[in-house]
């Protein structure tokens, strides 16, 4: 057997509590195309960045061309020829295309840049491999993300690396410029390059790879030939199968349409979308990185300003321009970052839960503190909230209870829809269960729920209805009792593009009947 | 925040950035030509020789705050900054007085002043780079500090010196045009080309611009920004030698420069496509606010009026340039 150009042998890395990675092996033939697929959270970029030096692995051995390490740092992984193409485009935007290609490296003559020179070995690069022309002095922020990523790709191609790494490369790219980007990597690989492919779009994968590894929950389950392995097989591989008995979800009679997206679009990141939430309803939403399932909510939370079609809240148009003005119209939002934007971490429970509602408790100005006590107590105890007390500052309480708290301060606001971000990432089992029971209590009390998450068997568990969106546009919607995982995430991948037949004709006495 | 909502339209965004980059041109001009016509001799050589030595000073500071803001980010509040700069004028321009007054050979003393700058440079470096202060704070006390040190030095009197440097410098002429007018151009002409040529300047704007992408490429980011508040102190000291000339000595109140320096380098960013902050830019913005002090002086306008001018530039562009900069960052 040959030696591998890359061989990661039992890498494991912990967080806190949390395992992300669990004795992972990973071994690229030399010469290939190495896939390496997962869903969020999986694992994927946790290897990635053990593999670049970022972060070390609590144990396990890399060897690279047949030398083995324990861990290395960014420079040793460098001169090893490994080189990354990250997801982020790392070009400083004012620059030309000639200083972004060459800093660090510049072409000089005694002590000075060769600027033209600079501009024309770039324009012979881009040309030879990519076959590109860019207009001549076009700043990086004057390029759209594809010719970035071209760009860095050239970069990277400059210091002559023997194993490129492509992390999520095709994100932020459309379909033809994705086409492109596959032929540049075939056209490396035959060049006797070594490439590592992570993406979770299966389709790229198996026209491009030549062996897959599949990670589930920071554990590599299996090695793939994707022109052997179907893509439906690869992607129920991919899926996580611990589902316990811990989703509730209380039968809710749905009620009128609160709120009703009209073909909805905002530029590249999503384009005629129509969605429709009834009171009573939790509805799930779900995709990719890349799929436009974020920048949608965002849209909804009024940081993302739609370019086309029309929201539509309670029957009328309305427009969000801000978050201020969402939470002004009764729509409550729980936001993922919740250090930065779901809880004052500083304040204490107290604040935190009445912040939300301050005009209940004031009167001419001033705070009510005896009304503000009764209420927080009351809301820690419905809770569940694990505190020292109302007094205690948000950020000494674990993940799960100061989520709890951002959901917590919504609650005697009496809002008409709740919009959910992740509500359930990087929480502990104990915590979750409360979460979805208090989700399950806003939708009995008549609200409308709209859940984001990428944890397809919580949002089967969870919701009613199920939105899978990808690349952009809903790729499919389903009803939550009648789907499974593997089917959301073939549908999210795009492995198959199925508006699911009998959800057509069954969805209106669906609610009729429930 | 309504001027950047309404510059967010990309119609007036466009309209914006027309009227930065060809505005500030175009005003240049008009303020030149409204002075050439109202104001007797103000196109002479003689006065335009003379508007340009008496820039030597705010021009090379600014030049040492444009490396720094190259450096650190053209962020007003998190990017870089130094607002030392015109304390250790002060400062260097007090200890070249008494090294000079206490009879140390030229040389010696010239040595030691620019010592001196850098030392603060270095100061300000450090709690910058290692400390992590905020630009904006550290160089705050870092300016009451040296201020301080000066009072010590020079018990908030005027240090009168005298030197064959300063005499050269205040008296000198070659080609006609005072030696200060020359100084101000070759620190123009180094510092341009270090910036805009060299690989250094490039990899300072990389690290200014975008650290991440500037640590991608494997540049220590601490050392390009430390290096550039070491540029910005030899600047002081520089134009401390200048100022000693001008004045004959080291002068109280040298802080009061510090707001035109801060206007010119930020003006300077107008003046280029890609409104970020260079060399020749500040070199522009300075002879831009040195034909406006002259024109008013030439047309009896009461000084002050220099001031508000300058404040409401400084509003204007870091207004305007922050707006736009913004939209940007949001494609």
Redesign the interface.
Known sequence: MTVPALHLQGIAKRFGPTQALDGVDLRVERGSIHGLVGENGAGKSTLIKVLAGIYRADSGTLTVDGQSFADLNP?QV?ALGVHFI?QER??????TVG?ALF??H?L?RG???R?RAQDREAARLLREYFDLEFPPGA?V?ELDSAQRQVLQITRALLARPKILVFDEPSVSLVKREVDQLLAIIRRLRDQGLTIVYISHYLQEIESLCDQVTVLRNGRAVAVVDPRTTSIAHIARLMVNREVGEMYTKPVVTPGEVVLELKGLGAGLAYRDINLSLRRGQVLGLTGLVGSGAKELLRSLFGLLQPEAGSVHLQGRITRLTSSRDAVRKGIALVPEERCSHGVAPQLSVLENLTLAGLSRFSRWGLLNAAAEARESDQLIAELGIKTAGRDAAVQQLSGGNQQKVALGKWLGRDCKVYLLDEPSVGIDIGAKVEIYRLIGRLAQQGAAVLVLSSDLPELIGITDRIVVMHRGTVAGEFDARQVDSDHLLACATGAREIPDPSLESEREPDYASV | MPASEILAQPLFRRLGLLLLRRGSLLGFVAILAVFAVSAPNFLSPGNIANVFAQSAILGILAFGLTCVVIGGGSNVVSGGLDLSLAANLGLCAAVYSSLNNAGLQGWESIGLTLLCGLAVGALNGITVVVLRLPPLLATLASMNLIAGLELVLTHNSVLPTDSALLDILANGEWLQVPVLAWVLLVVALLLG?LIQ???YG??L??VG??P???R????GVGRYVFSSYLIAGLCAATAAFCSSAYFSGSTTGSGELLLSVVAIAFLGGVFSR?L?ANIPGTLLATLLLGFLINGFQLLNIASFWVNGVQGVLILLVVAMSSALRKE?GG?
């Not at chain 1, 790392?90 to 620059?95: A, D, E, N, Q």
């Not at chain 2, 991608?216 to 540049?219: F, H, I, N, V, W």
């Open positions: 420079h460098e990250h790392l070009l400083p935007p004012g620059f200083e800093f660090g510049e000089r002590p000075f840049i600027r700043l922020r | 080309l040529h060299s690989p490039l990899r704007y990389a611009e975008y991440e992408a500037a991608a490429a494997g540049l890609r970020v940007e494609l």
